[in-house]
């Protein structure tokens, strides 16, 4: 049997709320608190239900206790075993079946906080008494340019699309590569502002000394090479947004004017004497922690707590693994080409990558392998303490660098095969009809994989 861990949600960085929530957990472990199920997404989103000692059947059928109205569900999909010291849930062997944070599971014992998936549908197990909100997820895959369809991306895009019709200013954090100009370009067209102009400012790619003019403007006269009187930024973004990229980059002796310019809307451009007021919304992006440059000096606390009103942080793909497919043939159909142009083999070798340096770094890996050959895939190097295939102790998933690459990347996918069947048949108890099931391959190709990697007798795989 599973035990799933518990789910944190996007609200939890009150560290008193976290307190609390940690005692809550405490007592629900010990049998003091009752669970409630909470609807997250799909058709019946924002449903909730105490769960009371006894068992509940779930589906989309009139006659089960919690009735899901979601067609990509079963009629009876899932049991729910309700116990004074928690609840087991229980896949009635649905034809899509149930899952935990991307794991399917046959048996699975739930703790407060786990959030598991039914077709299109999300269920979240909380304490009746908890005072966490609850987060319909989107239902979008894809918020402009920005694409996901994992838990983590769905948040991020409840939050967009809340933001996006305001006129608060917006922080987007993120590592590197994570795409924070797309972030704020996406919700600068979903704003009521989106046929105004989208001015960027990199402030990491601008000289100090050039930085107040591009942001203020500047008079003629104002210094040596200022021949003529100059917009900046924020006056160019006129009905618009402007996009401060690396916002934490900015010299601390100009900070006082940016906070100026959100609190009053007002700019004066150097040299002149007059403030212009402005209308424009502004939206800031960084990879550091500003918080930390706040403890360290680098930057004022009432600037940070200013842009910081509106706050999104953008996950590493690492966080995400799920969306490394969907990304791959985003690439590929921007690139006009097929989900072919890259086989099977590349796309394993692609989804068990880290990538540290996040969406971008795969964009790069994509276009150069499709454009130059899959001879040419660089040599994706895992973390430290990992391998390509996650299992940093096994050893299979370490491809021989003193090999040809063909068969250097061969060996790899059969021990990715080896231990994925290793898994399946051990999780299925050697049952070839359920693990075929599970694998969303046919029976005879599983028996077939099998018997390739040695592992039909000694599964003792049967069938059902």
Request: charged share 30%; with cysteine.
């Amino acid at each position: 049997m599973v035990a799933c861990p518990s789910v944190a949600q996007p609200y939890d960085d009150d560290d008193e709320q976290q307190d609390e929530q940690t005692a809550t957990l405490h007592r629900a472990e010990s049998g003091r608190v009752r669970l409630k199920l909470v609807v997250l997404s799909g058709p019946s989103a924002g449903r909730s239900q105490v769960l009371e000692p006894g068992e509940y059947l779930v589906g989309k059928a009139p006659t089960c206790d919690i009735v899901l109205s979601d067609k990509t569900i079963s009629r009876q999909h899932l049991k729910l075993v309700v116990r004074q010291d928690g609840v087991q849930a229980v896949d009635m062997e649905s034809h899509n079946g149930s899952f935990c944070e991307g794991l399917r599971f046959s048996e699975l014992e739930l703790r407060p906080g786990t959030v598991i998936t039914l077709g299109t549908t999300e269920l979240k197990f909380v304490p009746e008494d908890t005072r966490e909100r609850s987060v319909t997820l989107s239902s979008r895959t894809q918020f402009g340019a920005l694409v996901g369809s994992s838990r983590k991306m769905r948040e991020v895009f409840t939050l967009l699309e809340r933001m996006a019709p305001g006129g608060s200013d917006v922080l987007i954090q993120g590592e590197t590569g994570t795409g924070k100009e797309l972030c704020a370009e996406a919700l600068h067209q979903e704003s009521p502002r989106g046929k105004g102009p989208f001015v960027i400012v990199d402030l990491a790619g601008i000289a100090p000394s050039l930085i107040e003019s591009e942001l203020f403007g500047h008079v003629k006269g104002a210094f040596t090479g200022a021949q003529s009187d100059r917009a900046g930024a924020f006056e160019r973004a006129s009905g618009g947004t402007v996009f401060l990229d690396e916002v934490g980059e900015l010299p601390l002796e100009l900070q006082p004017r940016l906070l100026r310019v959100l609190e009053r809307r007002q700019v004066k451009r150097v040299g002149a004497n007059d403030y212009r007021t402005v209308d424009m919304r502004v939206v800031a992006a960084t990879h550091v922690d500003l918080e930390g440059a706040v403890k360290a000096g680098k930057f004022r606390r009432d600037l940070f707590h200013r842009l910081a009103v509106l706050r999104v942080t953008l996950p590493p793909l690492r966080e995400r693994p799920d969306d490394i497919a969907l990304l791959i043939d985003t690439v590929l159909k921007r690139m006009g080409r097929p989900p072919s142009a890259l086989s099977d083999q590349t796309r394993a070798l692609l989804t068990q990558y880290p990538w540290p340096g996040n969406v971008r770094e795969l964009r790069n890996v994509v276009e150069q392998v499709v454009n130059l050959g899959e001879e040419a895939l660089p040599e994706l190097e895992p973390l430290p303490g990992e391998s390509l295939t996650g299992d940093a102790h096994s050893g299979a998933g370490t491809p021989e660098l003193d090999l040809p690459f063909k068969e250097a990347k061969e060996r790899l996918i059969e021990g990715f095969e080896r231990d994925y069947l290793k898994g399946l048949i051990e999780r299925c108890e050697g049952n070839i009809s359920r693990a075929s099931r599970e694998a969303g391959i046919d029976r005879v190709y599983l028996r077939k994989l099998l018997k390739k990697h040695g592992l039909e007798d000694r599964s003792g795989a049967r069938e059902a």
